[in-house]
């Protein structure tokens, strides 16, 4: 499985964009991957930041070119 970092390389190489963590972690959600509870985070229930639906695709294509999903 690929570092939180290297998801963030690639989606600034290729879209030249910078993501935040918490958008990975989100989309790891909803992609039924397993997540970590991070320290930071207050309600295990509920996200302050959730990834931007104009971001969601190119979190989901560095997961499929890592092979997180198919």
Same mark, same amino acid.
């Given at each position: +499985?690929? &570092?939180?970092?290297? /998801?963030?390389?690639? $989606?600034? #190489? !290729?879209? =030249?964009?910078? @993501?935040?963590?918490?958008? @990975?972690?989100? +989309?790891? *959600?909803?992609?039924?991957?397993? $997540?970590? +509870?991070? %320290? !930071?985070?207050?309600? *295990? =229930?509920? #996200? &302050? =930041?959730?990834? %931007?639906?104009?971001?969601?695709?190119? /979190? *989901?294509?560095?997961? #499929?070119?890592?092979?997180? /999903?198919?």
């Amino acid at each position: +499985m690929a &570092t939180y970092e290297a /998801i963030q390389e690639y $989606v600034k #190489r !290729k879209y =030249n964009v910078s @993501i935040k963590s918490c958008w @990975i972690a989100h +989309m790891k *959600e909803v992609c039924g991957l397993d $997540v970590k +509870m991070s %320290p !930071k985070r207050y309600d *295990e =229930n509920k #996200r &302050t =930041n959730p990834c %931007p639906d104009s971001k969601k695709y190119m /979190i *989901e294509d560095a997961f #499929r070119h890592f092979g997180m /999903i198919g």
